[in-house]
Structure formats: structure tokens, C-alpha cells
Nanobody, 124 residues
Framework: QVQLVDSGGGLVQAGDSLRLSCAASGRTFSTYNMGWVRQTPGKEREFVAS???????????YYRNSVKGRFTISRDNAGNTAYLQMNSLKPEDTAVYYC??????????????WGQGTQVTVSS
């Protein structure tokens, strides 16, 4: 059974940090795009960050503009776990963050696999 498990969310103050994890199982995800999208009530999901396999254990990273310089996405050596280090968090980062994986779509809008989501709340 293919599964993505989100973890690491929580309630923090503005300026604090959180680290999200996405553990994938049930198949090999090393060549898949993996990353996160987020959603707040009443709004559509929006892309946050993703990694794309380039080969030779190297991954490209993509970020939405508003998180560049604050968030860092990475993968473990096997490529089946992704991490999102979020620093200098802002209240506007508050959302449910969903891990996603897809063999082709780096934006993850039409991702094949989804995690259950983890709540990130940033108070001002």
C-alpha cells in the first residue's frame, strides 16, 4: 500500500522555525517529485516547494516566491523521505501543509499521491 505520512506541524510564534517531514512507503519514490502544497480555509491549495530528481542522487529544488530564503526542502539519501525546514515563519504561512508526490508534475497540482496533511499555525 502506497502511503505518504505528513508530520511536524504545530503552533509557533512569528519568527520561529518548524521542520516538516514526509515519509513515503509502498514503492520507490527516489525518482518522483516530492514536496508540499498548503491550503487555508476558503482558498485553493497553493504550491510551496518541491524537489525534482536530476539523477546521481541530485535533486533540484523549487520554491514559491514568498518562501524563498526562509524554507529549505531536502530529501534523504534513499529519496523516500522529504523534509521542509521552515525558518522565520510568518502568520501568513498558517495553513494545512500537504505532502505530495508525482512522477512528472513538479508543481504537485495534479500529484498522484498525497499525505494526510499537517497543521501549521503561526501566531503574531
Amino acid at each position: 500500500q502506497v502511503q505518504l505520512v505528513d508530520s511536524g506541524g504545530g503552533l509557533v510564534q512569528a519568527g520561529d522555525s518548524l521542520r516538516l517531514s514526509c515519509a513515503a512507503s509502498g514503492r520507490t519514490f527516489s525518482t518522483y517529485n516530492m514536496g508540499w502544497v498548503r491550503q487555508t480555509p476558503g482558498k485553493e491549495r497553493e504550491f510551496v516547494a518541491s524537489t525534482r530528481w536530476r539523477g546521481d542522487d541530485v535533486y533540484y529544488a523549487y520554491y514559491r516566491n514568498s518562501v524563498k530564503g526562509r524554507f529549505t526542502i531536502s530529501r534523504d539519501n534513499a529519496g523516500n523521505t522529504a523534509y521542509l525546514q521552515m525558518n522565520s515563519l510568518k502568520p501568513e504561512d498558517t495553513a494545512v501543509y500537504y505532502c505530495a508526490a508525482d512522477p512528472r508534475d513538479t508543481t504537485l497540482r495534479t500529484a498522484e499521491y498525497w499525505g494526510q496533511g499537517t497543521q501549521v499555525t503561526v501566531s503574531s
